[in-house]
Nanobody, 121 residues
Framework: QVELVESGGGLVQAGGSLRLSCAAS????????MGWYRQAPGKQRDMVAT???????NYAISVKGRTTISRDNARNTAYLQMNSLKPEDTAVYYC???????????????WGQGTQVTVSS
């Protein structure tokens, strides 16, 4: 059983910064990817950044240069540092984990419950 818990969201002024955290618990085997996605009202859930257990990262073009994803593999915890925040960054941010919970099983995606980020103008 896998559980993801996000924290760190809140209200911030434009130009400010936030650091989100996601703690994953449960048994995980092999390669896995943790990520951050966001969903604004009326829009689809889009990828912000992902990071594998090996440290390979991907960023959405809209956040490159002002966003850093990192992780602590010992704790299966991912972080998202966001700087120079803009009102268009306002969304619910969801943590994801793509992983196997058994050595013979298929990889599947798990989601956290989300944390609200609101950037005021």
């Amino acid at each position: 059983q896998v559980e993801l818990v996000e924290s760190g969201g809140g209200l911030v002024q434009a130009g400010g910064s936030l650091r989100l955290s996601c703690a994953a618990s449960g048994t995980i085997f092999g390669m896995n990817t943790m990520g951050w996605y966001r969903q604004a009202p009326g829009k689809q859930r889009d990828m912000v950044a992902t990071i594998t257990n090996g440290g390979n990262v991907n960023y959405a073009i809209s956040v490159k240069g002002r966003t850093t994803i990192s992780r602590d593999n010992a704790r299966n915890t991912a972080y998202l540092q966001m700087n120079s925040l803009k009102p268009e960054d306002t969304a619910v941010y969801y943590c994801s984990l793509d992983a196997r919970t058994t050595v013979w099983g298929a990889q599947q995606r798990y989601w956290g419950q989300g944390t609200q980020v609101t950037v005021s103008s």
